[in-house]
């Protein structure tokens, strides 16, 4: 199907754009922010305000601060994912809403598998665990830009022998290795969103850049990536931009016609 067809179709069907945040709005860790593709999306954003564009929101393993200050930036007035679907943040209620699916005992073995990756675990890869989340464990390399990819592929593997499989679910985005309770992920995001917003699956078009996006991605009515992303979304997405990060969203928003 060639692709203004395509983006046609998707316009009549789309009513929320979801975008991860580390890959696609912002560059790689420790990269300078793109400003004037920001402003666009932006202005983008207080467009749907008024009902005249497709509003644009965010789904990133980050917390709840990190998501509130891009949220605040681009405009986002509405509900955001945060920590890979265990929370929808809303920006302007200000309220932090608990994915319903996570139980006490999800946070007690959250708890026990910290603490097994803080005391008890020799990773052989350099890192930190990410401060400030509740319920996703990430831990970041701690290295040089250029290197990132490489340890961040190395720490998911050794971590990866020590997480189980029947507790958690484990991933990695472009700067994180994450560990959060089985049955949440960026999936349960986007439909705890739905459930939310009252917008179904199929009306949702997904942006992401890593293996993690994918399950997001896969259930979105349309899915795209910026050029920046991991090969494996070139066969899953239905759009690849030809630009990288910021501009890839504007360029993917830019092909939407209101």
Known sequence: ????????????????????????ISPDKGEPLALDALAQIQAHNILAQSGKAIPLTLCSGRPQPFIEAFAQMLAVKWPCI???????????????????????EHIYNLKELKLLL?????????????PGKEICISLNPLAEPKDYGTHIRKLFEQVSQYVNPELFFITHSAS???STPKG???AAGIKFLSEVMNI???????????????????????????????????????????????????????????
């Open 1 to 24: 199907m060639m692709l203004d067809v395509l983006m046609k179709r998707v316009t009549k069907a789309i009513s929320l754009i979801i975008s991860d945040i580390e890959g696609c």
């Open 82 to 104: 945060c920590e890979n679907g265990a929370f929808l943040y809303d920006p302007v209620s200000d309220r932090l809403l608990r994915h319903p699916d996570i139980t006490d």
């Open 118 to 130: 803080e005391k008890e675990v020799q990773l052989k890869v350099p890192h930190r665990i990410e």
């Open 176 to 178: 994180a290795v994450d």
């Open 184 to 186: 949440i992920d960026k």
């Open 200 to 258: 179904s699956l199929e009306q949702m078009l997904g942006i992401g850049d890593t293996e993690g996006d994918l399950p997001f991605l896969r259930i979105a009515g349309f899915s795209a990536a910026p050029a920046n992303a991991h090969d494996v979304l070139h066969n899953e997405v239905n759009y690849i931009s030809p630009h990288v990060h910021a501009y890839g969203v504007v360029d993917i928003i830019s092909k939407i016609n209101y």
